[in-house]
């Protein structure tokens, strides 16, 4: 079954088609990046819009690359949550058109169900891997989750006040880096000495939970201290180091806790090069079978979305075409769903 995905939460008009919930036949991604560089963050107002004028273009285009025709369709999959909710009603009216104007199956996806299962696009093996913990590192999200199969999902620990893309956003801002900021810093810390500054590894040592609003502050204060003496490579470099050093930490101890031996590290922060090299030499540590998705599934996209709705639709059926856009809901609660 080829599955039509769509993903508009946020900044990116995305459009793919994915064939029986593994094969990416097309992923088309039009990023608002540079709209709203401007603005230094991404205005919601601007977003919708931009939705509305790149969606048709984009769906074209996705079904020309997969050499698909509406026709080929079987199912439809669309984010309805959580996320800027004008910006999340352009893909789920298109959505909801599209299911009843070609009479076909439609699914409403969980954004982080699609990060989640970005994880399995990578790797096809992870179905026989179950149970599995996530980390899901994004814009607006960090949590630790335990995944037994679809939908059954538990939370494990999630962060007390920023996400850890957030850190690099806010980051990145302090040090004048244009928006976004996460990939920003990261290339500017590639030159730089990790060690130079300790900045504060927030709760590394207790527990699941993370809390990344302390580094922001320690940055901001250690600018204001510094004037300028400090090279500016460095300064990323230590900021970075200390992101990156609680999520590994907090991985190793969440598989410890739970004894699983499959991870994965998905969301927009997984494309981050430090992060990758230090999860492999983790994985290879404690001797875990981890994946981590290549850049362009990492960040937000409609394949993870498409792939999350052929599950959705394989274990629960169709939704009814009257569900609801939401701009915050859980993915997972403490119990085992
Ligand atoms: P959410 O998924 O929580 O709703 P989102 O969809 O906006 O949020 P994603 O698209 O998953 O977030 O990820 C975007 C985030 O990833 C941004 O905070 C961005 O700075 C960060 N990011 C992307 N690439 C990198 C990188 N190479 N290094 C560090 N951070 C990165
Ligand atoms: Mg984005
Ligand atoms: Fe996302």
Redesign the pocket.
Known sequence: MRVLGIET????TSVAIVEEGERVLSNIVASQVDLHARYGG?VPEVASRHHVERFIPVMCEALASAKTTLDDVGLIAVTNR??LLGALLVGVSAAKALAMALRRPIVAVH??EG?LYSAFLADNTLYERLPLVAL??????TQLVWMEGYGRYALLGATRDD????A??KG?RLLGLPY????N???LAEGGDPSRISFPRGMISEGLDFSFSGLKTALRTFLEKDQGATSLADIAASY?AA?VDVLVAKLRRALQATGAKTACVV?????????QRRMRAMAVEEGLHLVMPE?TL???NAAMIAAAGYWRYRTCGADALSFDTLATAPLATFQLA
């Open positions: 939460s946020c900044d990116e991404i959580p996320g954004h982080l990060h899901i590192v994004s814009g607006g999200h996400a850890a893309g957030e690099f956003d990145a976004p900021g996460g990939p810093l990261s290339k970075e992101i969301g927009g922060v997984a494309a981050n090069r430090l992060l850049p990492c960040t937000d």
